[in-house]
């Protein structure tokens, strides 16, 4: 089996206020290997971007708690590390992509002035030698090295974005965190994006966890999924187990909530009701008070990990082996 780079093994994280209690991720486990790319699907506030601040060691301080867990990257717990060492995580193995490259880049300094920074940083380069790199990550991202002196305002989103790239990739970081990185370009723009981001990758033997809502994006460059609801990984596999052999509802809504390019005429079904509340999750399956399948038994308990093949696992009670036997029963 390859290096893992990441492997977080029962995750809980809450945000704390003075009034309530958000339960943000629930135990959830991920894992990541060398070269590999994860997708983390689900609809806002499912945990994804929790997940992320967490394995970069960016919770906020004074309002969030991890409750349980470990999240090793690159073999190393990242919940125990000092600032020191976090700072060293980052950047050094860890780098990250926001979702809005208008608001992630300093209006005044130049581009080039806030790759060499990161780069200064991590390498301990002189002035000189880290704008010299910095002018060669901005080549390539495609974007010319004498644009280096320019500011953000003098580039449009999709260059802003490659910018950031530039700045995650500048350190050659094992592990590539990229937050919905192209939610906020146009379509066009998001393919490009999409397209050096998986160059990039390949060039750099960057592992990567992709957070998006898009499976058009986890086809493109996702070797596996997990599917997140409600701070849960509720169903994961590979390419085909999610897309060919889904069997979780949630991950069934999701993708019937698509439009169908060969059948112009179906009708999206979106999922009924609403994400539940963080503060309230409701007993037993999250998904219950939405779901077509509840049954009395999901009301009651969240369904361990079902190993469907070596792949692929879902947490659902209709493949829980004593619900599928009660079910054959009744059947019968
Ligand atoms: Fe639906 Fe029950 Fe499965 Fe949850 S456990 S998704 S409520 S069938």
Do not use: W
């Amino acid at each position: 089996m390859a290096e893992l780079i990441l492997d977080i093994k029962d995750l809980a994280v809450e945000y704390t206020s003075d009034k309530d209690i958000v339960k943000a991720v629930n135990g959830i486990d991920l894992s990541i290997e060398e070269g590999m790319t994860l997708g983390l699907v689900g609809e806002t506030g499912a945990g994804k971007t929790t997940t992320a601040l967490t394995i970069m060691g960016l919770l906020p301080e004074n309002q969030s708690r991890v409750r349980r867990g470990e999240v090793l990257v690159n073999g190393k717990n990242v919940l125990q590390m000092k600032e020191k060492e976090l700072e060293d995580l980052r950047g050094n193995l860890v780098s990250m992509i926001f979702q809005d490259p208008m608001s992630s880049l300093n209006p005044v300094k130049t581009v080039g002035e806030q790759i060499a920074e990161v780069i200064k940083i991590h390498e301990h380069l002189s002035d000189s030698d880290a704008l010299i790199r910095a002018r060669e990550m901005l080549e390539t991202v495609g974007i010319p090295g004498e644009r280096a002196g320019e500011y953000p305002h003098q580039f449009s989103g999709g260059m802003k974005q490659r910018v950031l790239i530039a700045i995650a990739l500048a350190c050659s970081p094992k592990l590539l965190l990229a937050d919905e990185p192209t939610t906020a370009l146009d379509v066009t723009i998001q393919a490009q994006v999409l397209e050096l981001m998986k160059g990039l990758k390949d060039k750099f033997k960057t592992s990567m966890l992709m957070i998006t809502h898009d499976f058009g994006i986890v086809a493109e460059v996702c070797d596996e999924v997990s599917v997140m609801y409600a701070g849960y990984i509720i169903e994961h596999g590979n390419l085909v187990d999610i897309f060919d052999n889904r069997r979780h509802p949630y991950t069934q809504g999701l993708f019937d909530s698509l439009p169908n390019i060969d059948d112009r005429k179906a009708k999206l079904k979106p999922i009924h009701g609403l994400t539940p509340d963080p503060v309230n999750l409701p007993s037993g399956c999250p998904f219950h008070p939405r779901c077509d399948y509840c049954m009395d038994v999901c009301k009651e308990m969240m369904p361990e990990k079902r190993q469907i093949n070596d792949t692929h696992y879902v947490r659902c009670h209709l493949y829980n082996e004593t619900t599928e036997n009660r079910l054959n029963r009744d059947e019968e």
